[in-house]
């Protein structure tokens, strides 16, 4: 599976940006999808999931009631839609996708897509 997110861009705090991944190769309903962000200076973490169907979401606390992750498997694509932005919301984001069943640890996602930037001015 290869990713490509883009949709990132500069934003002022409290706008909103959709970031999408699209990806290539078979079986794209198999895999669980993931956000993950990484911050200047920090460790990359897990920002939302969603399971193979869709129906299944998982948020990191810091993004609960601004973000929501979104799919389309007819269309191969995972979204993120972030609203609310906040300057510590800057980062690199990245999509990744991971076989079965929905999860946040980062280390357990096969595929990672190549990053967008968010930036977000006070």
């Known amino acids: 599976v290869q990713l490509q997110a883009f949709g990132g861009g500069l934003v002022q705090a409290g706008g909103s940006l959709r970031l999408s991944c699209t990806a290539s190769g078979r079986a794209f309903s198999s895999y669980t999808m993931g956000w993950f962000r990484q911050a200047p200076g920090k460790e990359r973490e897990f920002v939302a999931g969603i399971g193979r169907n869709g129906v299944s979401t998982t948020y990191a606390d810091s993004v609960k009631g601004r973000f929501t992750i979104s799919r389309d498997n007819t269309q191969n694509a995972v979204y993120l839609q972030m609203n609310s932005l906040k300057p510590e919301d800057t980062a690199v984001y990245y999509c990744?996708?991971?076989?079965?069943?929905?999860?946040?640890?980062?280390?357990?996602?096969?595929?990672w897509g190549q990053g967008t930037q968010v930036t977000v001015s006070s």
């Open positions: 990744a996708a991971a076989p079965g069943a929905l999860r946040i640890a980062g280390t357990s996602y096969d595929y």
